[in-house]
């Protein structure tokens, strides 16, 4: 069984920047593509970034491009995403997730995602 336990959110100002965290438990993280989702009240959920397996690979949702990074440490079996110039319309709950499987090109459905976090608030406001 896999475990992912995500960290790292909080309050935050407009401009601001938050590093969040997801550690993953099993010995196979290294094998799966990885992603973040994100999901503000009343909306769907929403692709903000993947990585693949190894890491060589990296895609982001329109709205992030530009001011989110996504990496991984396979040692540590752990994904991170580094959110710069953040703003108010970031606020949303935030998801990691394990891929299904490895995806050229990466996967943006949720649906191709079996493993999910609990998820961390990030909340941008003055």
């Known amino acids: 069984q896999v475990q992912l336990v995500e960290s790292g959110g909080g309050l935050v100002q407009p401009g601001g920047s938050l590093r969040l965290s997801c550690a993953a438990s099993?010995?196979?993280?290294?094998?799966?593509?990885m992603g973040w989702f994100r999901q503000a009240p009343g909306k769907e959920r929403e692709f903000v970034g993947g990585?693949?397996?190894?890491?060589?690979?990296?895609a982001y949702g329109d709205s992030v491009k530009g001011r989110f990074t996504i990496s991984r440490d396979n040692a540590k079996s752990t994904v991170y995403l580094q959110m710069n110039s953040l703003k108010p319309e970031d606020t949303a709950v935030y998801y990691c997730?394990?891929?299904?499987?490895?995806?050229?090109?990466?996967?943006?459905?949720?649906?191709?995602?079996?493993?999910w976090g609990q998820g961390t608030q990030v909340t941008v406001s003055s």
């Open positions: 997730a394990r891929a299904r499987s490895r995806y050229v090109p990466i996967a943006i459905r949720t649906g191709s995602y079996d493993y």
């Open positions: 099993g010995r196979t993280f290294s094998s799966y593509d």
């Open positions: 990585i693949s397996w190894s890491g060589g690979s990296t």
